[in-house]
């Protein structure tokens, strides 16, 4: 059985910045596109970012383009996500998510696209 582990949230003044890990067990996350959603009270969940295996391309939600940044270390089984310039309206439980794909890799950023969840972090950004 797979398993995400999020980790790194926490507490910040606006402005700040935090990151977030996310570690894969239970098998190998080859050919895993991983995304980061979060979900804010009261609100949906929110597609935050998403990269391929390689690494290679990913995408962002309009919120937190410039301001976010998504990578992998495949050796590792882990991905990040760089918060900077972190605002009061990024507070949210912040989720780690996986999904096997093949051929081209066009970006997932739908929650029902993805196999795998983590329990969530929460990242509070006080004003």
């Known amino acids: 059985q797979a398993q995400l582990h999020e980790s790194g949230g926490g507490l910040v003044q606006a402005g700040g910045s935090l990151r977030l890990s996310c570690a894969a067990s239970?098998?190998?996350?080859?050919?895993?596109?991983m995304g980061w959603f979060r979900q804010a009270p009261g609100k949906e969940r929110e597609f935050v970012a998403t990269?391929?295996?390689?690494?290679?391309?990913?995408y962002y939600g309009d919120s937190v383009k410039g301001r976010f940044t998504i990578s992998r270390d495949n050796a590792k089984n882990t991905v990040y996500l760089q918060m900077n310039s972190l605002k009061p309206e990024d507070t949210a439980v912040y989720y780690c998510?996986?999904?096997?794909?093949?051929?081209?890799?066009?970006?997932?950023?739908?929650?029902?696209?993805?196999?795998?969840w983590g329990q969530g972090t929460q990242v509070t950004v006080s004003s």
């Open positions: 239970g098998r190998t996350f080859s050919s895993y596109a």
């Open positions: 990269i391929s295996w390689t690494g290679g391309i990913t």
């Open positions: 998510a996986a999904r096997y794909y093949s051929g081209r890799y066009y970006g997932f950023v739908a929650t029902d696209e993805y196999d795998f």
